[in-house]
């Protein structure tokens, strides 16, 4: 079963959410000690990463300012070079990154709702 390209933009989004629940507000140093959420968060980011991946280009042509590439190769770092994490670039994602890009892609899936997507 394939999903429709609206679905993988709220399966993103859900990812993005699930990640500033499961480890929103902690630093790295916190992380690297609370196994539960750290991996909670990596898991939700490989999700969300792959999710966008899947995202055909003239899709991501309509939200240029949504940061695609960054999604994906952080998924990729953390399934094929999981020794090179840096904590302090994912805690900074946490807190910095993810509820922008929440909106945005809550506004583009309103977007393809209203034109039938």
């Known amino acids: 079963m394939t999903r429709s390209d609206l679905d993988r933009l709220r399966d993103a989004k859900a990812y993005a959410q699930d990640a500033l629940h499961n480890g929103g507000g902690l630093e790295a140093e916190i992380l690297a000690q609370a ?43 953390i399934v094929h070079a999981y020794w090179q994490i840096d904590l302090d670039i994912v805690a900074a994602v946490l807190d910095r990154e993810l509820d922008p890009l929440i909106q945005r892609l809550d506004e583009l899936i309103r977007r393809l709702e209203r034109e039938g997507g």
């Open 35 to 77: 196994k539960q959420p750290l991996h909670a968060v990596l898991f939700d980011r490989v999700l969300l990463g792959e999710a966008l991946g899947k995202v055909p280009g003239e899709l991501r042509a309509l939200a240029l300012d949504i940061p695609w590439k960054m999604a994906t190769d952080m998924r990729n770092l």
